[in-house]
């Protein structure tokens, strides 16, 4: 089984290019097939959620033409069913995107449903109250599957019980050709929201409001082709800035947007951190201790769920007492007892963390529970002293490419091992 090695102690120095938005390049590659002519999308994330929504897609008979490992060509004019049942697609959120993209070009479609990480429950019942409301007879779940069908698709007015990035996507999506206007209130601002909405745009959509929380759509009549650059990933970023927290060290994050970052590089200021911005890029400088804070996670633009964990790592190497509330997971604290058993004093009590900041971690063999989680380890096994071994490192691959060559490339000791003597040979090698 593949593990990472680490070996801590090495404050991480240089420039890491981010690579594109998974969340959002997940809703986009299902938006693709909603056309029958090409799409070139660049800036593909090439990770593991990435790849199986691909396949999800070539199951049905979308032709997707790889250019080189961040580009693809993608053509679903020869889709020849609306039935995603592989076991495969179980494994990411995401499929339930292939619903509102199947919806919204054939009215009709029934996908596996959705798994992912289990951080806690993710509802659908917002998706099937929009399908219905479009039109969808029958939007419900029938045997593991999602299933919606609809005679005629026509607009409405939807307002979502609470706010979710997935249904706002997946109802952009079923909606961008039903007949007539459709309003989605309380909808996600996310910037891959935005995204989604920006890519329907350049492929004949009409979409206003995206980045806010009412959109409205008209329907049109079809959509064509386009070329598309997908956003970059403000997680895979926030994660390479906290690195730089964890680690005392000096981390310039690259090809990102500034903007998108800013809940995220509060928080760095706040704890003792130096953060420069430019156009495309942020740095961060960790050369004094950290400082205390308290932090509760929000929908956009408030503090990321997704960097939840990261922030804890840091807040356990800081001096004083923090606080951090999960208000979007209920599960998202699985972590802490693989932290405690590195020498963090966390301590868990239904949304939140209190968490009694220590000198520092010390290595240990630790599992990965879900993908942003996993990563937050790996962040404390580069700052703790000694040798960590990560377990199902499987998540992590979900949604972060080349995560350890690029942590390398920034000075730390870490390597994929595939066997317990792979990882004895690492531990004599830094010992």
């Known amino acids: 089984m593949e593990q990472y090695a680490i070996k801590g102690g090495n404050a991480l120095v240089g420039e890491v290019e981010i690579g594109g938005a998974k969340n959002a390049a ?5 938006a693709s097939l909603m056309t029958d002519e090409t799409v070139l999308i660049d800036n593909l994330p090439d990770v593991r959620d990435i790849n199986v929504m691909i396949q999800a897609m070539e199951s049905i008979g979308v032709v997707v033409e790889r250019i080189d490992r961040h580009t693809v060509k993608v053509n679903g004019g020869s889709t020849h069913s609306t039935v995603v049942d592989g076991d495969y697609i179980k494994k ?26 289990n951080i806690g429950t993710r509802a659908i019942d917002q998706h099937l109250k929009g399908f219905r409301a479009l039109g969808a007879r029958d939007a419900g779940v029938s045997g593991g599957m999602i299933v919606a069908h609809a005679d005629h698709l026509k607009g409405a007015h939807i307002y979502l019980d609470m706010v979710t990035v997935g249904a706002t996507i997946n109802l952009m999506l079923a909606a961008v050709m039903a007949e007539g206007q459709t309003t989605i209130e309380n909808a996600a601002k996310e910037p891959h929201v935005v995204d989604v909405a920006n890519f329907l745009n350049c492929m004949g959509a009409s979409i206003k409001g995206a980045g806010t929380d009412v959109i409205r759509i008209r329907g049109v009549a079809g959509l064509h082709g386009t070329e598309y650059t997908i956003i970059p990933d403000q997680i895979e970023a926030g994660t390479f800035m906290f690195a730089a927290a964890v680690t005392k060290g000096d981390v310039t994050v690259k ?8 809940s ?3 928080k760095l200021v706040e704890i003792g951190c130096e953060v420069e911005e430019s156009d495309d890029a942020v740095r961060v400088v960790a050369s004094k201790p950290l400082l205390h804070t308290h932090v509760k996670t929000l929908p956009y633009p408030g503090f990321p769920t997704d960097m939840q964990p990261q922030i804890t790592v840091a807040l356990g190497l800081a001096e004083g007492t923090s606080i951090v509330t999960e208000s979007i997971f209920e599960n998202r604290f699985k972590y802490v007892e693989e932290l405690v ?27 990965a529970p879900d993908l942003r989680a996993g990563a937050a380890l790996v962040l404390a096994a580069l700052a703790a002293d000694g040798v960590s071994s990560v377990d199902d490192i499987k998540y992590i691959e979900r949604g972060y490419e080349d995560f350890h060559l690029k942590l390398q490339s920034l000075g730390a000791e870490i390597e994929k091992v595939e066997s317990e003597r792979e990882l004895q040979k690492f531990r004599l090698r830094v010992g």
């Open 26 to 30: 997940l809703g986009i590659l299902a």
């Open 92 to 117: 990411i959120r995401a499929s339930y995107y292939l619903v509102g993209a199947l919806l919204g070009k054939y009215s009709s479609a029934e996908v596996k449903l959705p798994g992912g990480c």
């Open 264 to 266: 995220i590089t509060s």
């Open 341 to 367: 058993r590195m020498g963090a004093g966390i301590k868990v009590e239904g949304n939140t963390a209190i968490i009694e900041g220590v000198k520092g971690y010390t290595g240990a063999g630790i599992t």
């Open 255 to 262: 090809n990102v947007i500034p903007k998108h970052l800013e």
